[in-house]
């Protein structure tokens, strides 16, 4: 909670707590609304992929780790004594290098402004470099005798001369990216008039302002709300902005009403936390000033952070690599139980050995999910809006066996290669499931929420013995408590814990038909 003695109370953790307990309703996002031909237009510039500042920071502090660590090591092989192990040249100057990279970070120096600007940090620069090759030219010294000074020189002065052409490089280079719109925050902001005119105002006064404002969306009519904000088109209403979210590749959505709004903003936020976006509320005009700790800032604008996208950067890219590696050892250890499923399902039953469905993945999208086929083909229902029941006469004998198992799932690995699926996720389901007569949506209102991150082959709910058949309310509002709940406190290690609890509790068929 952000907190101003003698004054009003804004308590973000209540404003969320509020939005998840369902208390405004969520759009259908099966029934999207139609884009006006401006707003479309617009979606289709920013279909493309950005390059996140955070990505290029992490790999950056690699590349100069790398750099460091290359000068150090010719300069130790050309004119080091030639007596000198190479395991304590590479182990020392290794050491030296990741201390240079941890100075620069400590002085701010992979900062975006710092890196756009290296003249200005170039004296950080050098003491850092200069620090990292004093201390690992002593523990040289301690170890195995000093550099000779010819190395040293050479050290010293070459790592400098490759630190500093590098940072001119990359800030041109960044400058560059930052002009042609390759790296940069995409934002949207929600609300028009004079708030959204001041609010990107004061985002265009910033000098390394990585922002790029898209458009307006705003539910008031021309007469509350021009047409064009501060050289900004309004796009559409809040309804269209959902669907135009998932049409561009959108990082942020801003919204500019005064924090005692509090009720408009609840609306506003129910209708738009279902989308892997970061949702701020700008903070810039509030007369009401809070603690440091309660803002977040882009240059010099304070923001509320209401709600941040799920599993980002760094930490999808390290989910990723989980997801392939784990996944090619599954298909190399099981695919004689593949080979094996398949032929019984070729063999005892006419048809196709795979069966594909259309299931909602990532952001609502629709994707093609691979099982083995586990009906007859004459009674298979690829909606799956009439729901496998016990003994259901849809289902052949070896389909039976391999739902009960889940071996009918085995092929989505090759989903997750794909990247459709992830390994660990909230379960996928299909287009036109239901519960009943009625659809998820119609049950719990903050169902679509579990789409902010890709769906999983296996997920939190499913180990905790909610598998199978969904044929209640209660079931299906279980399931997205612990869809969310998985989404909310996400790591790598909490999915190697689901995947290795997955086939113990797999053992427990009692719901799967």
């Given at each position: 909670m952000s907190k101003l003695e003698g004054q009003e109370q804004f308590d973000i953790e209540a404003l969320r707590r509020r939005v998840s307990d369902g208390v405004a309703s969520t759009p259908d996002p099966h029934e999207p609304v139609e884009l006006n031909?401006?707003?479309?237009?617009?979606?289709?510039?920013?279909?493309?992929e950005n390059y996140s500042p955070s990505m290029l920071i992490g790999q950056y502090r690699l590349v100069e780790?790398?750099?460091?660590l290359a000068v150090g090591l010719m300069a130790e092989l050309l004119f080091g004594p030639a007596e000198r192990s190479l395991a304590i040249r590479f182990s020392v100057i290794g050491a030296g290098a990741a201390l240079v990279v941890l100075l620069l970070q400590l002085a701010d120096a992979y900062q975006i402004p710092s890196i756009r600007a290296p003249g200005r940090t170039r004296m950080r620069l050098l003491g850092s470099w200069v620090i990292g090759v004093a201390i690992s030219t002593g523990i040289l010294l301690a170890a195995d005798g000093a550099p000779t000074i010819v190395g040293l020189i050479v050290w010293l002065v070459g790592g400098a001369c490759v630190l500093l052409i590098e940072r001119f490089l990359t800030a041109f280079a960044i400058r560059n990216w930052a002009r042609n719109g390759i790296m940069e925050r995409r934002a949207v902001i929600v609300g028009g008039g004079q708030p959204a005119k001041e609010l990107?105002?004061?985002?265009?006064?910033?000098?390394?302002?990585?922002?790029?404002?898209?458009?307006?969306?705003?539910d008031r009519g021309s007469d509350r709300s021009p047409e064009v904000v501060a050289g900004y088109p309004k796009l559409g209403t809040f309804a269209e902005l959902v669907e135009f979210s998932r049409l561009a590749r959108i990082d942020m959505l801003i919204i500019a009403l005064p924090p005692t709004a509090e009720d408009r903003i609840l609306q506003l936020i129910r209708k738009l936390w279902v989308l892997p976006v970061d949702i701020r509320l700008a903070a810039h005009a509030n007369r009401l000033r809070f603690r440091p700790r309660a803002y977040s800032h882009v240059g010099a604008v304070p923001m509320f952070d209401i709600f941040d996208k799920p599993i980002r950067d760094w930490d999808s890219v390290a989910k990723r690599a989980f997801d392939i590696f784990f996944s090619m050892l599954a298909i190399v250890f099981l695919w004689p139980v593949m080979l094996g499923v398949a032929l019984a399902v070729k063999l005892t039953s006419a048809g196709p050995i795979l069966?594909?469905?259309?299931?909602?993945?990532?952001?609502?999208?629709?994707?093609?999910?691979?099982?083995?086929?586990?009906?007859?083909?004459?009674?298979?229902?690829?909606?799956?809006?009439?729901?496998?029941?016990?003994g259901d006469p849809r289902v052949t004998p070896v389909g039976r066996f391999i739902r009960k198992s889940s071996l009918d799932e085995l092929p989505q690995f090759f989903n997750v290669l794909r990247g459709d699926l992830s390994l660990v996720g909230p379960r996928p389901h299909a287009v036109q499931a239901q519960t009943g007569d009625r659809k998820y949506v119609d049950v719990v209102e903050s169902y679509f929420a579990r789409h902010r991150v890709k769906p999983g082959v296996t997920g939190?709910?499913?180990?905790?013995?909610?598998?199978?058949?969904?044929?209640?309310?209660?079931?299906?509002?279980?399931?997205?408590?612990y869809d969310l709940d998985y989404i909310e406190n996400?790591?790598?290690?909490?999915?190697?814990?689901i995947l290795f609890l997955t086939p113990i509790r797999l053992l427990n068929t009692d719901n799967a038909y």
């Open positions: 031909p401006l707003a479309r237009q617009v979606a289709e510039q920013f279909r493309d780790f790398l750099l460091m990107a105002r004061a985002l265009e006064r910033q000098p390394d302002n990585d922002i790029r404002i898209c458009g307006i969306f705003d069966f594909v469905q259309k299931r909602h993945g990532f952001n609502n999208e629709i994707i093609n999910v691979l099982k083995f086929r586990s009906m007859y083909t004459h009674l298979g229902d690829p909606t799956a809006k009439l729901a496998v029941t016990k939190w709910a499913q180990i905790n013995g909610l598998r199978g058949e969904i044929d209640t309310d209660e079931k299906i509002r279980a399931r997205i408590t996400w790591s790598l290690l909490f999915d190697l814990k």
